[in-house]
Every structure is written in C-alpha cells, then in structure tokens.
C-alpha cells in the first residue's frame, strides 16, 4: 500500500512524498498543470528526468526510478534546506564544489543554484542538490554551457558568502565579482520582468515555503 502526501501544487503540477515498501520516494506530477503551461511542464520533467539519468551514480543527488510523459519518480533525500541548515564549515563548502564539478564533469548544469531550498545539508551534513527541472544535459559542452556552468558555481560562491564569508578565496571573489554578460543582461533586463510577473501576478516568492521544501524535495 502507497501513503501518499502533497508536498507541492502550483502551475507546474504537483509533488507528492510517498511510501512504498518501507522506501520514501517522490513522486512529480504534471497531469494537474494549467491547460495553458501543460506542454511547459511537461518539457521540464523531460528535462529532469534526462539530467538525472546523466547523473547516475553520483551521491548528493536524487535518482531517477521511473519517468513517463507526465510523472516522475524519483528518490528522497533526507536533510534540509540551506536556507535552514546555514552551513558555517567551510568543508560543507568544498564539498559542495566538488559535487557541482562531478555535475559539470557529467556534462549537467543546474541553472537552479541560486535558491537555497535547492542546496540541502543532509542527515550527515553533507551537501546535496535537489530541483533539476531547468538542468541541462549538453553532451557537446558547447561555449553556452560553459558560461552556464561558471554561473552554477558564482551562484554557490554566493551561498558561500553568506554562511562563510571568511573562507573565500581571491578567485573565488573575483568569480564573484565578474557575472557574465547573460547573467548581467538578465538582473538587468529580464529579472524585473520575472519578479513582477510571478510575485505580483501569480504571488510566488523563491524563498515562501522553503524550510519546507527542503525537506520535500
């Protein structure tokens, strides 16, 4: 017998935590989505389910089980979100880099890095990424996934800034200190679009709900 518990329900479709044979597993939905966004949401779990097959084998990050056109299954994480965990130890930090390197080096990027729900401390203090619905699979590591990539890793230097700002290095403050064309075009052109359109219009905020989330995803 399945438990099953909504964990998530927004434009996108829904999340649920289930149990199923003594393993917790999470389940995404996108049948539920607005008529209008369904074909979007269903290009972003193709678009995770592909991230995570690449990813096979690399601890920190969830399996995929099971995908369909419209559902993914895939496994749990225990831990919490940054956001609540505020990681202060600058291994915590190496380690995460590492793990970011291992995502690169399997030819994904996040895209995502930049909300802490999506950067757990797990059970055993170690970091895990979770939310790989905007990762890219790029096996031709062309010049956009490179800038793509060097973005993942500013967006983590920022995390680190704010929970262990002693431990930067020079480098990592210069990477800090120089975004790249795209990533300033965005706050500067596209973002206020972004936040006026999804906070005012469809009232989300990227933190609301993220301690919990953290332990939903």
């Not at 929970?163 to 052109?189: G, N, Q």
Request: hydrophobic residues 40%.
């Amino acid at each position: 017998m399945r438990d099953k518990r909504l964990l998530k329900k927004d434009l996108f479709g829904e999340v649920w935590k289930t149990h199923t044979g003594g393993e917790t597993l999470i389940l995404r939905d996108s049948r539920p989505a607005r008529w209008w966004v369904a074909w979007l949401a269903r290009r972003l779990l193709r678009r995770e389910a592909r991230a995570l097959a690449a990813l096979t084998g690399i601890d920190g990050v969830p399996r995929c089980l099971a995908s369909g056109r419209t559902q993914l299954e895939r496994s749990f994480i225990a831990g919490v979100p940054m956001c609540e965990g505020q990681p202060q130890d600058p291994r915590y930090f190496k380690a995460a880099a590492q793990l970011l390197r291992r995502l690169h080096r399997a030819n994904v990027v996040h895209n995502d890095l930049s909300k802490e729900p999506n950067i757990l401390v797990q059970n055993d203090g170690a970091p895990a990424f979770i939310d790989f619905q905007l990762a890219w699979h790029a096996p031709g590591r062309n010049r956009l996934f490179r800038i793509a990539a060097r973005e993942d890793i500013r967006h983590l230097l920022k995390h680190k800034r704010t929970y262990c700002p002693d431990r930067l290095t020079a480098r990592e403050r210069a990477i800090l200190a120089s975004p790249s064309p795209l990533a300033r075009a965005w706050m500067r052109f596209a973002k206020p679009v972004y936040l006026l359109v999804t906070r005012r219009v469809l009232g989300w905020s990227d933190r609301e709900g993220a301690t919990d989330r953290g332990h939903r995803e």
